[in-house]
T-cell receptor, first 114, second 112 residues
């Protein structure tokens, strides 16, 4: 089956702009979570969505937001970009069935803020 | 609260020799534990997972890990390293709310 698809793969934005990243989960997976990866902070949890509802949120400012659509696709938005938002943003999808429990990650979106 | 500590930031091995990546965890719950690998400029690939079944878990590409509750450890091993194993490896713990906590990562270098 198809994996987790993240678009775009690369983005360059200017400080102050906003950006939207997209994630299409594995077919049948209803849980989508987002992570930020930076050399300094490593991998940090942003938020998780399940059936269009945000279930968990990490310790990020309100400039980071997300949503999930009825087909389980998810978007993440960052407003008023700062240089420190430059990172690899990874999306993971998961089945909530315990026997299938695990997370499949996409290849990520590399965001560079200049 | 939960946390993960990967005891080595860098591991260098010769091709054909065993690999050991060490991970200790702390969790208030009965944990689910994972090992992921990340090759340069790639996403994360699941190697194996422990979810309270057998304590010795076999994964892909010849990797395995043993869950030791008494030692709060989940070390990853492979009997014979291959050049393609050069990558960064992450030990991960999941809480009951499905939030993943990642270790800092171990960079593996394989020399011919």
């Amino acid at each position: 089956k198809a994996g987790v698809t993240q678009t775009p793969r690369y983005l360059i934005k200017t400080r102050g702009q906003q950006v939207t990243l997209s994630c299409s989960p594995i077919s049948g997976h209803r849980s989508v979570s987002w992570y930020q990866q930076t050399p300094g902070q490593g991998l940090q949890f942003l938020f998780e969505y399940f059936s269009e509802t945000q279930r968990n949120k990490g310790n990020f400012p309100g400039r980071f937001s997300g949503r999930q659509f009825s087909n389980s696709r998810s978007e993440m938005n960052v407003s008023t970009l700062e240089l420190g938002d430059s990172a690899l943003y990874l999306c993971a999808s998961s089945s909530r069935r315990s026997e299938d429990y695990g997370y499949t990650f996409g290849s990520g979106t590399r965001l560079t803020v200049v | 609260a939960q946390s993960v500590t990967q005891l080595d930031s860098h591991v260098s091995v010769s091709e054909g020799t065993p690999v050991l990546l060490r991970c200790n965890y702390s969790s208030s719950y009965s944990p689910s534990l994972f090992w992921y690998v990340q090759h340069p400029n790639k996403g994360l690939q699941l190697l194996l997972k422990y979810t309270s079944a057998a304590t010795l878990v076999k994964g892909i590409n010849g990797f395995e890990a043993e869950f030791k509750k008494s030692e709060t450890s989940f070390h990853l091993t492979k009997p014979s390293a291959h050049m393609s194993d050069a990558a960064e490896y992450f030990c991960v713990v999941s809480d009951p709310f499905r939030k993943l906590q990642f270790g800092a990562g171990t960079q593996v270098v394989v020399t011919p």
